[in-house]
């Protein structure tokens, strides 16, 4: 039996991946559904990077799955992305976990030597996913994780100078710490509701960014299906 876990930080991001499964697989249990050999399980951690990182390694802990991925929407600060684009995070970091100082600058943990910058699962303060390639079907992109978004000029000056990414979220980093310590495969799709600048919501397309979101993993899902019935086949 394939085992695939499919982490949102909230559920109306994957609702219609959801109305999907339970169009299509037999649901077996409480967010748990099961089509022929796959059996797919949804989990919804909540938002931000402590709730993240519980509930993966909780549901890590209980199940040994084959594919672990996060899906969800973000923030661009590349604007060669398009809005509602749906793109493959390959590289996260935490952006705001250490110490500012007198003088306003803001240094991570990493420089401090509070964690060593290739302590594992770090590679250069950097969490990437090695495993990503296997997976190439979507445009890549870099990320950070932050506690809180970025809305102002000079936020978002500041944090681009020193965490060049192209994307923002509040569970990446959290995600592909979990994934990596655990040494499980995993993806992390987003699709982008809009651009990090001066806060503006009339800017964002939250409901075409889900739509595209879930156009790829139901994509995804099937793709999948097929590889797996040919591998038993084999």
């Given at each position: 039996?394939?085992?695939?876990?499919?982490?949102?930080?909230?559920?109306?991001?994957?609702?219609?991946?959801?109305?999907?499964?339970?169009?299509?697989?037999?649901?077996t249990g409480?967010?748990?559904y099961?089509?022929?050999?796959?059996?797919?399980?949804l989990?919804?951690?909540?938002?931000?990077?402590p709730?993240t990182a519980?509930a993966v390694?909780?549901?890590?802990?209980?199940?040994?799955?084959?594919?672990?991925?996060?899906a969800?929407?973000?923030?661009?600060?590349?604007?060669?992305?398009?809005?509602g684009?749906?793109?493959?995070?390959?590289?996260?970091?935490?952006?705001?976990i250490?110490?500012?100082?007198?003088?306003g600058?803001?240094?991570s943990?990493?420089?401090?030597?509070?964690?060593e910058?290739n302590?594992?699962p770090?590679?250069?303060g950097?969490?990437?996913?090695?495993g990503?390639?296997?997976f190439?079907?979507?445009?890549?992109?870099?990320a950070?994780?932050?506690?809180?978004?970025h809305g102002?000029?000079?936020?978002?000056?500041?944090?681009?100078?020193l965490?060049?990414?192209?994307l923002e979220?509040?569970?990446?980093?959290?995600?592909f710490?979990?994934?990596?310590?655990?040494?499980?495969?995993?993806?992390?799709?987003?699709s982008?509701?809009?651009?990090?600048?001066?806060?503006?919501r009339?800017?964002?397309?939250?409901?075409?960014a889900?739509n595209?979101?879930?156009e790829v993993?139901?994509?995804?899902?099937?793709?999948?299906?097929?590889?797996?019935?040919?591998?038993?086949?084999?």
């Amino acid at each position: 039996m394939q085992k695939i876990l499919i982490v949102s930080a909230t559920s109306f991001e994957i609702t219609p991946l959801e109305e999907f499964l339970k169009g299509n697989f037999r649901q077996t249990g409480n967010y748990r559904y099961t089509h022929d050999e796959m059996e797919v399980s949804l989990l919804i951690t909540g938002v931000g990077l402590p709730l993240t990182a519980y509930a993966v390694g909780r549901a890590l802990a209980a199940t040994s799955y084959d594919l672990v991925i996060n899906a969800g929407i973000a923030g661009a600060f590349n604007r060669a992305f398009k809005i509602g684009e749906v793109v493959q995070v390959v590289q996260e970091q935490f952006a705001d976990i250490g110490v500012e100082e007198a003088d306003g600058r803001f240094v991570s943990v990493h420089e401090m030597g509070l964690i060593e910058p290739n302590q594992p699962p770090f590679i250069e303060g950097c969490l990437k996913n090695e495993g990503a390639a296997a997976f190439d079907f979507l445009p890549t992109a870099t990320a950070i994780s932050v506690n809180k978004v970025h809305g102002s000029e000079a936020s978002i000056k500041s944090i681009t100078n020193l965490f060049p990414a192209d994307l923002e979220s509040m569970e990446g980093a959290a995600f592909f710490y979990v994934c990596l310590c655990e040494n499980v495969s995993f993806l992390q799709l987003r699709s982008v509701s809009n651009y990090v600048e001066p806060r503006n919501r009339e800017n964002w397309d939250i409901p075409l960014a889900i739509n595209n979101l879930n156009e790829v993993l139901k994509e995804l899902i099937q793709v999948l299906m097929v590889a797996g019935a040919s591998k038993r086949r084999g």
